[in-house]
């Protein structure tokens, strides 16, 4: 019984790291985006988009099956020939990939 006892105690304590969310700020997200990235792509569902489609919304890349913020940090952090290199700092990664981890709901 003491062991059961100290087993709830332990996982009382333990819940709310567990319970921790994302780190970012999507609003912060948002603006940085509109910033940086309203040239290529649609930001913001319904919202104004590039002149040309040759990068999906943001919304699209939400969506896909394979979107998390593990694989949207690892992108944004690689370079890739079609996208500029803004080096973000950890602060902005974070905000930048919870605006779009946001757009899943």
Not at 29 to 49: D, V
Request: net charge neutral.
């Amino acid at each position: 019984m003491r062991g059961l006892v100290i087993l709830m105690a332990f996982a009382a304590v333990s819940m709310p790291a567990m319970a921790q969310t994302e780190p970012g700020d999507p609003a912060s997200g948002l603006r940085l985006a509109t910033t940086w990235c309203a040239n290529c792509h649609q930001i913001t569902p319904g919202g104004p988009g590039p002149s040309a489609d040759a990068a999906p919304t943001f919304r699209s890349i939400a969506r896909m099956p394979s979107t998390t913020s593990m694989s949207l940090r690892v992108f944004l952090q690689t370079p890739h020939p079609n996208m500029p290199d803004f080096h973000l700092s950890r602060e902005e990664l974070d905000d930048v990939v919870a605006y779009l981890v946001s757009l899943r709901r």
